[in-house]
Structures are given as C-alpha cells and as structure tokens.
C-alpha cells in the first residue's frame, strides 16, 4: 500500500465529506466520491495532490469534476455576438434599399430560359452522387464493425478454485464498460470493499492484541476465499491484477495464523509483507475498474 511521507493537508479533514480520509485505501475512497459536491471533490483533489497523489483516486475524482464542468458549461444562456448584430443592421439595410426605386433588374441568362430543364438537372445529378457516397461509407463501416468482431479474442483464465472462465480480451468501449459495471454491480465491488477493510485493520496490526489479530487474519482468509469463488473480471488487465491480489491475501492469511500459533516474529513480517503487496495490487484493479467505467 502506498504510504504517506513527508505530506502537507491543503485542507482540513473534515472539508473533504469522508470520514478517517487519510487512512482510507483508494478501495474504500473512489465508491464515496460521486456523492460529493464539487467543492468537496476540488479539496480531496488538493488534499490528494499534496499528500499520497494515489492515481486510482486523481483520475476518479477529475472525471467528477469534469461533468460537473459540463453542466455549468450547459446551464450558461447563449449570448448574442457581433456576428448577429451585423446581419441583423444588413438585413435591415436590405430592406430600405428594396422599398427604394432602383434601376430595373438585369434579365436572367439565356442558358435558364431557354433550357429550363438544366435548373432540376445539377441538383439530382448531385443527390445521386451523395447517394453512392453514402452507400460507400456504410458498407466501409459495416465491413470495419465485423474485423472488430472477428479479432475478439477469448482469453481462458484458471481461478483459485481450478474452474476456468473466459475473460474478454479485446472489448469496444461500450461493451467493456457494461461488462464491468455488471461485475462490479453483481458483488465485485463488495468482495473489493470487504477486503480493503481486512488490509486497513491488519495495516493496524502494532495496535492490535493477538486475539484481534487472529480474528483479523481468518476474516481476511474467509473474505479472500469468496472473492476467489466469484466470477473473473471481465478485463484482462484488471483480472490479472484481481488474481494477484488474491494470491497475496491468501499468502499472509496462512502466515498471519502460524505466526500467532508459534509466536514467530519473524513469520508475522512475511505475513505483513504479503499483505501489502496485496493491497498495492488491489489498487491497481480499483483505478483500472475506475478508468473503465467513468
């Protein structure tokens, strides 16, 4: 997990709307923040930036911030410019020159009088022209859509209960998007929440009595249990790193428990060691989560 050294809050705590702020993982951060306003989002920013400068929350908290923009952007009235006022005195000026007598109008051409057929002729010709653009530029759209189709590919992943499922590799944006809100929707984002609280409590363990500890250490074996049972991430970058924080919460769960049946210090550090890895990890598939569906 990455760690605070030598940080300065631009702000207080409390300005930011979530409570125990600089001691929240990203996990546990980025689920809170549509529920801010924009001047709560602009101090986590600062606050942000001046301190941890965690990606996972930078990148969630500027998407925020820029549909907030966006509406402001389309709750402002549209001014009227020069531009308007200038055709607005030419059409005006127009006006008094027709109702003024003037010199008589020169006669039409020729070529329009005497072959008014050449007035229809150019227009259709130019319709049936944009006709067979259009028709090009579909089937050219229509071809692309199938190669995107055709190199989807389907990449097999082992979970850690030896099950195979099929993790989508190549995804257009909309799908990859719905794919992995459906997850994070369907219980992925709880398996996540569950074990940030099991690495924010363990993080504590120097407070901790060995009791404590040990109830803290076999919630976090039970929590990563169920998270190994539930289906994969449907991106494949986000599932290898889901995968490898796993792997590392398993690792210091077992170790946690030795340790504290031996009482073996030494044991209790690789256990803590594991556990951090694991958080790092669990990060990266927060902010790639956070990146997919903004």
């Given at each position: 997990?990455?760690?605070?050294?030598?940080?300065?809050?631009?702000?207080?705590?409390?300005?930011?709307?979530?409570?125990?702020y600089?001691?929240?993982?990203?996990?546990?951060i980025?689920?809170?923040?549509?529920?801010?306003?924009?001047?709560?989002?602009?101090?986590?920013?600062?606050?942000?930036?001046?301190?941890?400068?965690?990606?996972?929350?930078?990148?969630?908290?500027?998407?925020?911030?820029?549909?907030?923009?966006?509406?402001?952007?389309?709750?402002?009235?549209?001014?009227?410019d020069?531009?308007?006022?200038y055709?607005?005195?030419?059409?005006?000026?127009?006006?008094?020159?027709?109702?003024?007598?003037?010199?008589?109008?020169?006669?039409?051409?020729?070529?329009?009088?005497?072959?008014?057929?050449?007035?229809?002729?150019?227009?259709?010709?130019?319709?049936?022209?944009?006709?067979?653009?259009?028709?090009?530029?579909?089937?050219?759209?229509?071809?692309?859509?199938?190669?995107?189709?055709?190199?989807?590919?389907?990449?097999?992943?082992?979970?850690?209960?030896?099950?195979?499922?099929?993790?989508?590799?190549?995804?257009?944006?909309?799908?990859?998007?719905?794919?992995?809100?459906?997850?994070?929707?369907?219980?992925?984002?709880?398996?996540?929440?569950?074990?940030?609280?099991?690495?924010?409590?363990?993080?504590?363990?120097?407070?901790?009595?060995?009791?404590?500890?040990?109830?803290?250490?076999?919630?976090?074996?039970?929590?990563?249990?169920?998270?190994?049972?539930?289906?994969?991430?449907?991106?494949?970058?986000?599932?290898?790193?889901?995968?490898?924080?796993?792997?590392?919460?398993?690792?210091?769960?077992?170790?946690?428990?030795?340790?504290?049946?031996?009482?073996?210090?030494?044991?209790?550090?690789?256990?803590?060691?594991?556990?951090?890895?694991?958080?790092?990890?669990?990060?990266v598939?927060?902010?790639?989560?956070?990146?997919?569906?903004?």
């Amino acid at each position: 997990m990455p760690t605070n050294t030598g940080t300065r809050p631009t702000k207080g705590v409390a300005a930011l709307g979530i409570a125990d702020y600089d001691t929240s993982t990203v996990a546990t951060i980025v689920p809170q923040l549509p529920h801010l306003s924009s001047d709560q989002l602009q101090a986590v920013r600062e606050h942000e930036l001046a301190g941890k400068n965690r990606a996972g929350v930078l990148n969630r908290v500027d998407a925020l911030l820029g549909t907030f923009d966006a509406e402001e952007v389309a709750s402002v009235p549209a001014q009227r410019d020069d531009a308007d006022d200038y055709w607005e005195r030419y059409r005006r000026t127009e006006a008094e020159a027709a109702s003024k007598p003037g010199p008589a109008p020169l006669p039409e051409p020729s070529y329009f009088t005497e072959t008014p057929t050449r007035k229809t002729a150019l227009p259709l010709r130019g319709l049936l022209v944009s006709l067979l653009v259009l028709a090009v530029v579909v089937t050219v759209i229509f071809a692309l859509a199938k190669n995107v189709d055709r190199f989807d590919d389907l990449v097999e992943t082992n979970d850690n209960n030896g099950t195979k499922e099929k993790v989508t590799d190549v995804l257009t944006g909309g799908e990859l998007r719905a794919e992995v809100t459906d997850w994070r929707d369907d219980g992925g984002q709880a398996h996540i929440s569950a074990l940030s609280r099991d690495v924010t409590k363990l993080s504590g363990a120097g407070s901790l009595t060995a009791s404590e500890r040990e109830t803290a250490c076999n919630r976090l074996k039970n929590d990563t249990q169920d998270a190994s049972s539930f289906k994969a991430v449907p991106d494949a970058t986000a599932q290898s790193s889901w995968s490898t924080a796993l792997g590392h919460f398993k690792s210091s769960a077992k170790l946690c428990l030795n340790g504290l049946g031996d009482n073996d210090d030494a044991v209790l550090r690789r256990s803590t060691a594991e556990l951090t890895q694991g958080g790092r990890a669990l990060d990266v598939v927060v902010t790639r989560i956070a990146r997919i569906v903004a």
